[in-house]
Each structure stands twice: as structure tokens, then as C-alpha cells.
């Protein structure tokens, strides 16, 4: 494992700030799967072996049905968005069924990649979703606070806020949160002009955890691929697999660390080769930290007053134009 380096990185400054998201003001959580020997503000990491794999679904149809409550519900028609070449409509309300891809409704899904590795043939099954970045460039950047990572290590993206600027998507490395026209805020503040939507992804089930519940995707798998608990365990047991098998680990150091590690025996930059990639398909390439880049944390930083603001004045709007509705109704 490597060793961490001391003192005051950028990185730990920016996350010292709390740069561009409300997560000091979100609750810590401490599910009943996590270890009594482990601090309570220890982030949650979940580790994938996709050697275990099969391929059958499971995860993707729980993830469904668990989340189907939170998916988007549009209001057509869609209002015209100004430049229209610039604000075209993202609508899946029609395409609910799709999983061979991320959408709005489907925050999960299994890409699959045939290689060939030391002379043997291996079809690999990989679940993809979000991968809950350590410093997350789709929080520390976005204008209006809308999405956060909580004291867990679980990053959100809150659709009373989001007005799907799609900014998040941006930024992200595997471009993962994915925007449905026709709902949120911006119907009601600048429908011609504000971002067209709301953006969605994984949340890791952080209702089910906040009762001391695991994901839906790692309760149902049938040949348990996944493992969910304190981060310092996880990386633990990644590493075993890992330095035992001869295997290859993705995630631990990806974006500067992410909360989700896949342990593979094949090379990544194989299955990276392998699989399918595209909108809603992210890749399995290595990244770099994008939060250590100098113009990235000057933003971040410089738009940190101005989220917060933001993020309070749309917020009050929410509840006056809520307000005004009501009255009109009595």
C-alpha cells in the first residue's frame, strides 16, 4: 500500500473549505455494517471483485426498483430553451427500460469486455456507476451547490437544487451524471434560460445506509461481488486479493481516490480497450487528480461564496413560489 504524504496538500485545502457543496451541513452516518473498531467519520468505500461477476442483473434490476421513487417525473410539454443549438432537450422519460447504459432511470449497469491475458480468454463483468470521488470535481465545481459529499464518503446530487447545468458531467472523468428535461427548478425560475433539467446518478442508496441498510445493488448479489464498509478495511482486503491472485486494482488512486475500487485479474487498461464506451458509458482509463490542477481549484475556490449564495436564493424561491402556489389554491 502506499504511503500517504504529510502536510497540508491542495487537496486537503480544498477539502478543508468545503469547497462548492453543503456537506458540512450533512449528517454523519454511521450504518450497523460498519465495525464498532472503526471511527464513525471513517468514509465508506465498496470494493468490487469482478472476477466474481456473472453478468446476471441483479444488481441492476434492485438498484431499480430500490431508486424508483427518486427518478424524475417530466412536465410536457418542454419549454423552448434559448440558444436552442446550445440547450437541446435530454428526455429518457420515454426510455425508462434502457440499462445498457446510465440514464436518469438507470443509475447501474454491467459493461462486459472479452480479452485475452497471459494466453487465456476471460469475459469480464464490470458494474458501473459513480464511482463517490474522494474530492469530487462534480461538487467542489458546481455553481450552485447542488451536489455534496456527505461525511460518509457518499457524494449527492440533491434535485431540489440541481437546475442541470450538467456542469457536474463536465467535469467528471467518466462523465457519469446523466440530465432529464422537464423537471426541477428551473421550470419555475428561468424556464428559457436556466440549465434545462436535473442531473442524476448513483447516490449509493444513502436513505437505505441512513438506516443502517446496505445498497440494493450489494444486498442482492447473488455471488457477492461487492463488499461495502470502512474505507481503511476495504483498501485492506482490495490489496489481499490484489498481492495474493497477482490481480490489478482501478479506483484507488483514479481522480485522487474514489470511494469505489474494482479488483480485475486483467490489466485495466485492457478492459479499458475492451469495453464499450460512450455518452452514459464511461471508460476505464487512468485519471488523473483533476482537482489538483491549478485553474480547477482557482474556480472551485472562486465560485465556493457564490454556490452558497446561490444555492440559498434558489432555495428560498423554491419555498415562495411553494407558498404562492398554496394561497392561490385556498
Known amino acids: 500500500m502506499k504511503s500517504k504524504k504529510t502536510g497540508i496538500s491542495r487537496r486537503n485545502f480544498l477539502k478543508g473549505l468545503g469547497v462548492g457543496s453543503a456537506a458540512a451541513l450533512l449528517p454523519s452516518v454511521a450504518p450497523s455494517f ?22 446476471c442483473g441483479e444488481c441492476v434490476q434492485g438498484c431499480s426498483e430500490v431508486n424508483e421513487s427518486k427518478y424524475p417525473d417530466p412536465i410536457k410539454p418542454y ?44 469475459e469480464i463483468n464490470i458494474p458501473r456507476r459513480c464511482l463517490h470521488c474522494e474530492n469530487p470535481p462534480c461538487a467542489n465545481l458546481c455553481p450552485w451547490g447542488a ?37 426541477g427548478l428551473y421550470l419555475r425560475l428561468l424556464p428559457k434560460f436556466a440549465g ?17 441498510k446496505l445498497p440494493a445493488c450489494v444486498e442482492v448479489c447473488p455471488e457477492s461481488v461487492q463488499t461495502i464498509g470502512p474505507r481503511s478495511e476495504i483498501l485492506a482486503k482490495a490489496h489481499a486479493l490484489v ?31 475492451a469495453v464499450e464506451k460512450g455518452a452514459g458509458k464511461p471508460g476505464l482509463q487512468a485519471v488523473a487528480d483533476s482537482m489538483a490542477d491549478e485553474e480547477k481549484l482557482a474556480t472551485a475556490i472562486a465560485i465556493a461564496p457564490f454556490a452558497g449564495i446561490a444555492a440559498g436564493i434558489i432555495k428560498v424561491g423554491r419555498y415562495l413560489s411553494s407558498s404562492t402556489k398554496e394561497n392561490d389554491n385556498e
Open 34 to 55: 460498519v465495525s464498532a473498531a472503526s471511527p464513525k467519520t471513517e468514509e465508506l468505500m465498496t470494493l468490487l471483485d469482478i472476477s466474481k461477476c456473472t453478468g
Open 79 to 122: 419549454p423552448g430553451m434559448y440558444p436552442a443549438s446550445l440547450a437541446k432537450p435530454e428526455d429518457w422519460s420515454g426510455k425508462r427500460d434502457v440499462d445498457d447504459r446510465l440514464t436518469p432511470y438507470n443509475w447501474l449497469y454491467i459493461q462486459t469486455a472479452a480479452v485475452e491475458y497471459n494466453g487465456v480468454s476471460h
Open 147 to 183: 451536489a455534496a459529499k456527505q461525511k460518509n464518503g457518499i457524494v449527492r446530487i440533491f434535485d431540489n437544487v440541481c437546475l442541470g447545468g450538467a456542469k457536474c458531467r463536465a467535469v467528471c472523468p467518466w462523465h457519469i451524471p446523466q440530465r432529464q428535461t422537464g423537471v
Open 196 to 212: 434545462n433539467g436535473v442531473m442524476y446518478k448513483c447516490d449509493r442508496c444513502y436513505n437505505r445506509i441512513d438506516e443502517g
Open 243 to 273: 498481492e495474493k491472485n497477482g490481480w490489478f486494482i482501478y479506483g484507488e488512486d483514479e481522480n485522487g481516490g474514489t470511494n469505489t475500487v474494482y479488483v480485475s485479474p486483467v490489466p485495466f487498461d485492457l478492459l479499458n480497450g
